[in-house]
T-cell receptor, first 115, second 111 residues
Framework: DAGVIQSPRHEVTEMGQEVTLRCKPI?????LFWYRQTMMRGLELLIY????????DSGMPEDRFSAKMPNASFSTLKIQPSEPRDSAVYFC?????????????FGPGTRLTVL | GNSVTQMEGPVTLSEEAFLTINCTYT??????LFWYVQYPGEGLQLLLK???ADDKGSNKGFEATYRKETTSFHLEKGSVQVSDSAVYFC??????????WGAGTKLIIKP
């Protein structure tokens, strides 16, 4: 399997612009996570999907952030409008779900820079 | 509340040295514990885990023992290599999907 695929790997944009990050989870995985990693705050869970349904979005910082999962093989994280404080590395991860914890497989991340 | 505390980095060692990265936690009950590793430019990947007290997780020469009495899960390796240079994250499971992450410890191994 190719693993979790994220695109783009790097994104540089100007404040106020819309940014869309994309993720393709591992085939057969029905749980998907979006994380944000910064030096100041470490690794933060933004949103968790199970079977394409958002289950926990309590980590989404504000209304400028939105995430969708239209099908089992694709998810997007959108920031509109973007701000310099959104600069971070954004990871997508996937796993199988069940009654116990299952290993999360991370993508390589998207490094976002908002000028 | 639930939390994970890791020793601050960077930790710099010479090749073949003994490694310890400390991790302590606070939690209700007896959660599962994990170590993830992040190599430069990559996402995190599971290194090892332990699901109950006194369990020892091990992988690639790394070990960690779940110590309930000291609420600790320290990562150890007897002889590190340059290829072990990475950032190591301790994590605590609080639900069937959610982890509480430590801040990460950067490890630098010099040849």
């Amino acid at each position: 399997d190719a693993g979790v695929i994220q695109s783009p790997r790097h994104e540089v944009t100007e404040m106020g612009q819309e940014v869309t990050l994309r993720c393709k989870p591992i085939s057969g995985h029905n749980s998907l996570f979006w994380y944000r990693q910064t030096m100041m705050r470490g690794l933060e869970l933004l949103i968790y999907f199970n079977n394409n349904v958002p289950i926990d979005d309590s980590g989404m910082p504000e209304d400028r952030f939105s995430a969708k999962m239209p099908n089992a093989s694709f998810s997007t994280l959108k920031i509109q409008p973007s701000e310099p404080r959104d600069s971070a590395v954004y990871f997508c991860a996937s796993s199988t779900s069940g009654s116990s914890y299952n290993e999360q497989f991370f993508g390589p991340g998207t490094r976002l820079t908002v000028l | 509340g639930n939390s994970v505390t890791q020793m601050e980095g960077p930790v710099t060692l010479s090749e073949e040295a003994f490694l310890t990265i400390n991790c302590t936690y606070t939690a209700t009950g007896y959660p599962s514990l994990f170590w993830y590793v992040q190599y430069p430019g990559e996402g995190l990947q599971l290194l090892l885990k332990a699901t109950k007290a006194d369990d020892k997780g091990s992988n690639k020469g790394f070990e960690a023992t779940y110590r309930k009495e000291t609420t600790s899960f320290h990562l150890e390796k007897g002889s590190v290599q340059v290829s072990d240079s990475a950032v190591y994250f301790c994590a605590l499971k609080i639900s069937n999907y959610q982890l509480i992450w430590g801040a990460g410890t950067k490890l630098i191994i010099k040849p």
